[in-house]
């Protein structure tokens, strides 16, 4: 429930903990002719997934009220550990998260290690498909996916609802990897026993596709722990990738890491989109 926003407090928050937060912290290049401590306004926008302007009118203490969702996307552009994620809520005008809405807060120590995996590319999800956190590998690879919006970042969602992002894969695959997001989401929802959040990404997921609502239907039920993948990608071409997944031990985030087979180029040439990717960051 939203209560009054301390707009001052707020703004002077946020540019100190930005201040806190080098650009090696969250694995961007320093740069030339960076005249203050920590990282640019524009910076903590795009890792955020919000537009500038936005953000520097909350540094300004004159913008519109924070939803939860994009607190909880600038708590992880800023590195916040939980007291100060909380604190952030509360100078906006809304309560703590609390319940299966904490799991989707990513602990600091997860995300130094997500950085200083230079030419790796990795991405921490939650157990319904929401992407939490990327280093810079997955950005230039993937895409960057960690917005603010409900649905937006959820990558069960975008596979079913948006055709767009079916083509960085291969058409003869797409089978494969439907099956694979539901079983995956299956699991999750029997998991969680059908709590507020699973049952609306379903019930959403079963109005916007046929598709979903027919294997929803079949009842499959795998965990993803493992699978070999492959992105076209337009600026390096098709590259296969091993995925390993890693779970937390409470079963609501995991750690995805996407491998280069041995015996391939694949290593090289993500080494070069890492490169290209951090520049047209950069530039942004």
Same mark, same amino acid.
């Given at each position: 429930?939203?209560?009054?926003?301390?707009?001052?407090?707020?703004?002077?928050?946020?540019?100190?903990?930005?201040?806190?937060?080098?650009?090696?912290?969250?694995?961007?290049?320093?740069?030339?002719?960076?005249?203050?401590?920590?990282?640019?306004?524009?910076?903590?926008?795009?890792?955020?997934?919000?537009?500038?302007?936005?953000?520097?009118?909350?540094?300004?203490?004159?913008?519109?009220?924070?939803?939860?969702?994009?607190?909880?996307?600038?708590?992880?552009?800023?590195?916040?550990?939980?007291?100060?994620?909380?604190?952030?809520?509360?100078?906006?005008?809304?309560?703590?998260?609390?319940?299966?809405?904490?799991?989707?807060?990513?602990?600091?120590?997860?995300?130094?290690?997500?950085?200083?995996?230079?030419?790796?590319?990795?991405?921490?999800?939650?157990?319904?498909?929401?992407?939490?956190?990327?280093?810079?590998?997955?950005?230039?690879?993937?895409?960057?996916?960690?917005?603010?919006?409900?649905?937006?970042?959820?990558?069960?969602?975008?596979?079913?609802?948006?055709?767009?992002?079916?083509?960085?894969?291969?058409?003869?695959?797409?089978?494969?990897? %439907?099956?694979?997001? /539901?079983?995956? *989401? !299956? =699991? #999750?929802?029997?998991?969680?026993? +059908?709590?507020? &959040? %699973?049952?609306?990404? /379903?019930?959403? *997921? !079963? =109005? #916007?596709?046929?598709?979903?609502? +027919?294997?929803? &239907?079949?009842?499959?039920?795998?965990?993803?722990?493992?699978?070999?993948?492959?992105?076209?990608?337009?600026?390096?071409?098709?590259?296969?990738?091993?995925?390993?997944?890693?779970?937390?031990?409470?079963?609501?985030?995991?750690?995805?890491?996407?491998?280069?087979?041995?015996?391939?180029?694949?290593?090289?040439?993500?080494?070069?989109?890492?490169?290209?990717?951090?520049?047209?960051?950069?530039?942004?």
């Amino acid at each position: 429930m939203a209560t009054t926003i301390d707009r001052r407090e707020l703004a002077d928050f946020l540019r100190r903990r930005r201040e806190r937060v080098t650009p090696k912290d969250v694995g961007l290049p320093a740069g030339p002719r960076r005249r203050t401590p920590g990282l640019r306004r524009e910076e903590v926008a795009q890792l955020a997934g919000m537009s500038a302007d936005y953000y520097i009118r909350l540094e300004q203490a004159r913008g519109p009220q924070p939803s939860p969702p994009m607190l909880a996307a600038l708590a992880r552009a800023l590195r916040l550990d939980a007291d100060e994620r909380d604190h952030l809520h509360l100078l906006a005008g809304h309560r703590p998260p609390a319940g299966a809405v904490a799991g989707e807060h990513v602990a600091p120590g997860l995300l130094h290690l997500l950085d200083q995996l230079p030419t790796t590319p990795a991405q921490v999800l939650s157990d319904l498909g929401d992407v939490l956190a990327q280093n810079a590998p997955a950005r230039a690879l993937l895409g960057g996916v960690c917005t603010v919006s409900e649905h937006g970042r959820n990558v069960v969602w975008r596979w079913f609802a948006d055709p767009a992002a079916r083509t960085a894969y291969p058409a003869e695959e797409h089978a494969y990897y %439907s099956r694979l997001h /539901v079983a995956d *989401l !299956r =699991a #999750a929802y029997g998991r969680r026993g +059908g709590d507020p &959040a %699973s049952t609306r990404l /379903v019930q959403r *997921l !079963r =109005a #916007a596709s046929e598709e979903f609502a +027919g294997l929803w &239907a079949e009842h499959e039920v795998a965990v993803r722990r493992h699978s070999r993948m492959r992105v076209q990608h337009p600026l390096i071409g098709p590259v296969d990738l091993d995925c390993q997944v890693l779970l937390a031990p409470e079963g609501e985030q995991r750690l995805v890491f996407l491998t280069p087979p041995p015996g391939t180029d694949t290593a090289d040439r993500l080494a070069l989109l890492t490169v290209v990717g951090t520049e047209q960051f950069d530039a942004v």
